[in-house]
Structure formats: C-alpha cells, structure tokens
C-alpha cells in the first residue's frame, strides 16, 4: 500500500518542537497572566459570512486563501484563518462588550489556502491578543508592548517594529480618491496584480512586493498627507508613549495591513531573520468590526503573531547564544531520573515507583522494554537523566536499589526500595 501523506502546507509538530512550543506558549501565558488579559477558546469552524463580512470580501484571505465548504446541513462554514472575527462574535454573542474594556488572548491554528514555503504554511498556529472597548491612544501602546514584551522575554533580537496611523475611515476613504486618481494616471506601470487591486483594494498596492511597483509608488501621494488633525494628532500620542517606553520603532508610511477593518494604528514587527517572509507579528486598530459584525459601536486594538515564524526567529537567536533565553527555551529537557528495571517483579515494583515519584514531582523515564541491564544503560546515558535507578530481581529480594549519578562525579547510593523520602532527597539535592 502507497504511504500516506499529509496534505500541502500541513506540518506535523514532533515531540523535540513541541517542547519547544510549550516553552514558549508557557512565556505567552505568564505574560499575560501578570497582565490581566484572559483567554478566550473560540471554534476552528465558522460560518463563512462571519470571515466574509469581517475580513472583507476584497482580502486575499476571503477571496483566495479560505478552506469553506458546504457542511451535511449545506451550510457554508470555513476554518478560521485568523482569531479576531471569532473572538468578536463571541463577545457580541455572550454579552461581554457590556460588562467593560475586554483584555483577551487566544492560541491555535489557522487555516489559509496559501503557497506553502519558509514561514508559511496552510496550518499555521498564531498567539493573539484583543482589547475590545479601548479607545486612548495608551491602548494601543499598551497592546504593541506587550507583543514587544513577548518577544524581548524570549531573548530575540534583529526585531523591528514599524508602525503607521491608518486614520479614519473619512481619513482613508480621501486617501482611496486620492491614490486611485494618481495610479490611474500611471496604470500602465503597474503589475497585473496591482492593476486588478485598483478597482478592488487600491490600498493594497502599498503592499506590494513588486520591486517596480514599489519604485514608482515612491512619489505617489501618502495616507499620512491625507490624515485629519485629530488624526495625526492621535499618531503622535502613540509615538510619545512608545518613546517614553523606551520602545523603538520605525515608522512606514507603506504599511497598510491586509484586512479592510483596520483604522488609526497599524504595526508589525519584523525580524531580520526570516527573508521574504519577515512579518512576525502584525496588528493594529479595529474600531468598526465590532458594530460590522452585529455589535454595538465598540473600539478595539489587537494582534496576532506566527508561531511557525517565531520558532525560526528563536532557533537563530538560540544559534547565535548558546547561553541565552532563547537556547534555554529550546534545550531539551531531560528527565530528572531514568527507571532501568528487568525481572517480572523488578518491573511491577518500577511501574509502581515511577508512578510514586511523578507524583512527587520527579520527572522519570520509565524503560519499559524489557532488554538487557547493559541496553537499558545506554539509552538512560542517552536520556541525559541525571541519575539512574537500578531494579532487577537481586534489588527486589534485597529490598535495595541503587540510585547512579549519571551526570556528575556524586557518589552512588543505596537506599531502601520502599524509602519514598530517601529517593527524593538524593534527586532533590541534585535538581
Ligand atoms: P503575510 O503578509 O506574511 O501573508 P498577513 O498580513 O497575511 O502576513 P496576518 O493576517 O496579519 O498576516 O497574520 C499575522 C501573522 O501570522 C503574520 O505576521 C505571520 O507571522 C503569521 N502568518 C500569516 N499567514 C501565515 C501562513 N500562511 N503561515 C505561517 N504564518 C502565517
Ligand atoms: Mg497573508
């Protein structure tokens, strides 16, 4: 029978990343546990006019990126591609956006019918952060810091966030004008991609990755020309603040972000890491897509940031600092105690003693293969436990087993096979 394979852009996590992921989604957590901001778990699988409507049917995402289908009941749902429409449903749903300011975070896969390469995958898993029913311009620093936070914590550096004002609506729909009008004049320089852009998201074009297209949108008008005063003078709080956080930025006046519901502040952060696909974290403003959705008016500011990206930004810093945050965070970790154990009783007595100590809070390996004390050995020197515990037939008639250091010159010891609180103080002094 052939082999099967996983679909394109579906990427299994085995168990050495996925040690590393719960390191850092545990960083994630506390961070935002010292922060007072609550997670939220929303389904993987939305109706598709919650994407359509809260995305814009204009986006890459709703046009050409969804994985929707009609379900037995001929619905049309689609799995997430992104946590923002869905965490906003579930507030409006559950009555949240009455009971004050919402400080929420969330984790797990989305799902975008994209060309898989480096850092982009039609699986991919995202960290994200939603305040909703902020408005001050301290909001949205106060959103940026904890995703520049985030990423300090772990130890990376070649970080870069760039940040831009959106505007209003007003404010953007006199850019639109503005941009169509000067492109329109110089349609035909552009590339087939941005011409079609023209008509259905001309800000879009900003964005583009094509070099000549970038060329000639040096000298066209700029979003920050056509902001309001109240606009612009929004923008400046959000610069003092940073500034007075000590957190660097650079603005980009190019930065439009992909979904049509962003306004005022928009930033990513970017690693010098991570080639074409630079983008780690990405997020801003949102004001409308509460009341878009169904909701009452409700500012709001978020983020979302790629795990898969993430992890390469960490593997170069672990590289680069072998003794740094980043390296610790993805070192393996060993077991405290590695369980050789061979005879009929021998095994019993070491099933029951592993379970004993994991209780305990002694991380134990339990070999359970059965094979000669010699193989066991190796595989225990392999498992980088700092100590070994030895129990073959001869240790159970005794009523004695040996605890062997493995790691350091210690002595070995023995100690009773039922002494519980022997065991533990010889592990513990050496943990
Ligand atoms: P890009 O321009 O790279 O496609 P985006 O603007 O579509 O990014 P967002 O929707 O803002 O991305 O998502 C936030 C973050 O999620 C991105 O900055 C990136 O780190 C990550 N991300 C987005 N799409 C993918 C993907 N297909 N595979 C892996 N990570 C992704
Ligand atoms: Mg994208």
Redesign the pocket.
Known sequence: MSQLQPLRGMVDLLPEQTHRWQAVEAVARALFQRSGVEEIRTPLLELTDLFARGIGQATD?VGKEMYSFLDRGDRSCTLRP?GTASVVRAAIQHGLLSQGAQKLWYSGP?F?Y?RPQA????Q?H?IGVEFLGVTSARSDVEVIALAWDFLGELGVSGLELQINSLGTLEDRQRYRHQLVNWLGARVDQLDADSQQRLSTNPMRILDSKNLKTQDLLSDAPTLQEALSEESSERFEAVQLLLNKLSIPFQLNPRLV???DYYCHTAF?ITSDQLGA?S????GGRYDGLVQQLGGPPTPAVGW???M??LMLVLGAAALADADGIAARLTSYIAPDLYLVNRGKQAETFALRLARELRAAGVSVELDTSGAAFVKQFKRADRSGAAWAAVIGEEEVESGQMSLKPLLSQAKEHRVALNDLAAVLVILQAAI
């Open positions: 995402v992104e989305m975008r994209e850092g982009r995958q039609r991919f995202q972000r992909g979904l990513e696909q983008t780690v974290c990405g979302a940031l790629g898969e990206r």
